[in-house]
């Protein structure tokens, strides 16, 4: 007994070796290496991807990496970066929702009929607008869990649909200009947030790190289980911090942080919170997964399917009333075009998986400002919008690859 406890103790004293060969920005490294190797690339090919598109577009034409372009940029992200984070909550799934586009257009054609045509207050147009977009999402739901329905079919079916309806509200005129002078076209074009709060906020995501950091150590020294030292946490608090407060900095230097994309990115916040903390979110995981095992240990499936189609619907009425407001106009154009490709390419270029079960809502967040990047520095360069859909096309092409190929490894380095 006594030779096997010292066996024991030397086995221990070898991990603790180990966990000490792992501390600081060395071991930080490693770990970082070892999961890329096994597959888990997380936001690395997005994050390697925006900055080589910033680095090309920034030679090209030195305005792309302006303050006040960058600003516009972020405006334009909002919009169609809201519809995506309804696209990542039905790919978590392993379904899709084709039919985000034309849910989008028409909340905007709701906002323009009832606020504007018939003198309704703006927060009764923007309720019923909302309202539209998650009884949309119950029907999907109720289409998919009931009747077998596959969602592509269901949604194309949407689409459709609710195209036709929004033609048919607009009228003849088809276009509906909404007050420049209101606060919502205000919030959506000029409204910025002031430097110090833009500074303030830019702090408080190191903050969470450092509070959430030192629970998990007290939980685990609670129970006499070894915890990463406070170096690697710190490193990576100040590093986030640092660049957060650069970027606030400069988008200061021009017009400012916009308050549109700065409820894009709570909205992020809270979803990805739901995803990471909350029973929901495990639940989702678990059912994009393996839907069949996430029911025999209890998950009540169809809940999931109905809350991930209603929040996929109603995120996509919510970006179409942004829309309105960014254009100041609802008119039969809004929604149609590339916004469905582009909701549903930046969850998968920001690394959300098409096969389901895995993604984050910061993949819609640095995803979409991918593919506005694109889009903007083609713009400024003053090409056409066939060879902005030909790159857009190719980078949804190759993150797929690169999903596809990461899942791969994930799976023969679980074999091995």
């Not at 090919?45 to 090209?60: N, R, Y």
């Not at 919030?187 to 947030?193: A, E, H, S, T």
């Not at 070894?226 to 490193?235: A, E, F, G, H, I």
């Not at 096309?393 to 994930?410: F, M, P, Q």
Request: with cysteine; net charge positive.
């Amino acid at each position: 007994m006594s030779e096997n406890m010292s066996n024991s103790d030397q086995a221990l004293d070898r991990g603790d070796i180990r966990v000490k060969h792992d501390d600081g920005l060395a071991g930080m490294f490693r770990s970082f290496v070892n999961r890329v190797r096994s597959g888990d690339l997380g936001m690395l090919p997005v994050a390697v991807g925006l900055i080589v598109i910033s680095t090309v577009f920034s030679i090209l034409n030195p305005i792309f990496l302006a303050p006040n372009n960058l600003v516009n940029l972020l405006f334009d992200c909002a919009t169609v970066g809201i519809i995506s984070l309804g696209i990542v909550c039905v790919l978590l799934l392993g379904e899709i929702d084709l039919s985000v586009g034309s849910m989008s257009g028409l909340s905007s054609a709701i906002i323009g009929v009832l606020w504007v045509n018939s003198g309704l207050p703006v927060f009764v147009a923007i309720f019923a607008a909302l309202a539209t977009g998650a009884f949309v999402g119950a029907l999907y739901a109720l289409m998919y869990n009931r009747l077998g329905m596959p969602s592509f079919v269901a949604t194309l079916a949407g689409l459709l649909a609710l195209l036709g309806l929004q033609l048919y509200i607009l009228g003849a005129t088809g276009s509906i200009n909404l007050p420049y002078a209101s606060p919502l076209v205000r919030f959506g074009q000029i409204l910025v947030m002031p430097d110090w709060m833009s500074h303030i906020l830019a702090l408080v995501p190191g903050l969470v790190m450092i509070i959430a950091g030192f629970a998990i150590r007290k939980r685990r020294q609670s129970v006499n289980l070894s915890s990463r030292p406070l170096s690697n946490l710190l490193v990576k608090v100040a590093v986030l911090t640092v660049a957060l407060e650069f970027a606030v900095y400069y988008l200061n230097l021009g017009r400012g942080v916009p308050w549109m994309f700065g409820l894009f990115v709570a909205l992020a916040v809270i979803l990805n919170y739901a995803l990471t903390k909350t029973q929901w979110g495990r639940s989702m995981f678990a059912v994009g997964g393996n839907r069949e095992a996430a029911r025999r240990s209890g998950i009540n499936v169809r809940r999931i399917y109905l809350s991930a189609f209603m929040l996929c619907s109603t995120l996509g009425a919510l970006g179409g009333i942004l829309s309105a407001s960014r254009l100041a106009s609802s008119s039969q154009q809004a929604g149609t075009g590339d916004v469905n490709l582009n909701a549903i390419a930046a969850a998968v270029i920001g690394g959300t998986s098409l096969f389901g079960g895995r993604g984050s809502a910061y993949s819609a967040l640095l995803g979409i400002i991918v593919i506005q990047a694109i889009s903007n520095g083609l713009t400024l360069l003053n090409l056409s919008s066939s060879l902005r859909y030909m790159i857009t096309g190719a980078v949804l092409a190759i993150a797929v690859i690169v999903d596809s190929l990461a899942r791969r490894s994930r799976v023969s380095h679980g074999r091995a």
